[in-house]
């Protein structure tokens, strides 16, 4: 992989969803695949094109948005949006205690990892809401 090869992935995830839900939810899981259990470079233009294409997705849109950067100021935004919450992997899942008064209490689960973890991640928040509870 190499550096920035995210941010065009990213970019072609965007230029999939103008696509269809369906399809971006196919190519979106097919990008993750292609990272973490495949290695491919998904920094790669033509290699997005082609994993586009095995999904079913027109790939010439997605080539065209890439040369153009049409969705970066989009994904760069996003980007910006993250770092303001502490995100700083992908992926990351956020267990949010969204029922707590003032600051809301977070549970980040960082990386691709085994579905245990994310089992803990929501037995702490879990505990941390009643803990809370009861010293009200």
Known sequence: MTAGSGLLALEAAKAAAEQGPELFRRYHQRLFSAQFHESLDIGNVAQLAVLAEHEGLDPQPI????????????VMNEYQEALRFGIQ???TV???????EGPAKA????????TDIYRQAIAYLEKLVVEESLSD
């Open 107 to 114: 549970v980040p689960v960082v990386g691709a990892v085994e």
């Open 63 to 74: 080539t065209a948005a890439l040369s153009d950067h049409r969705y970066r100021p989009a």
């Open 89 to 91: 992997a992908i992926p």
């Open 94 to 100: 956020l267990f949010v205690d969204a029922t707590a």
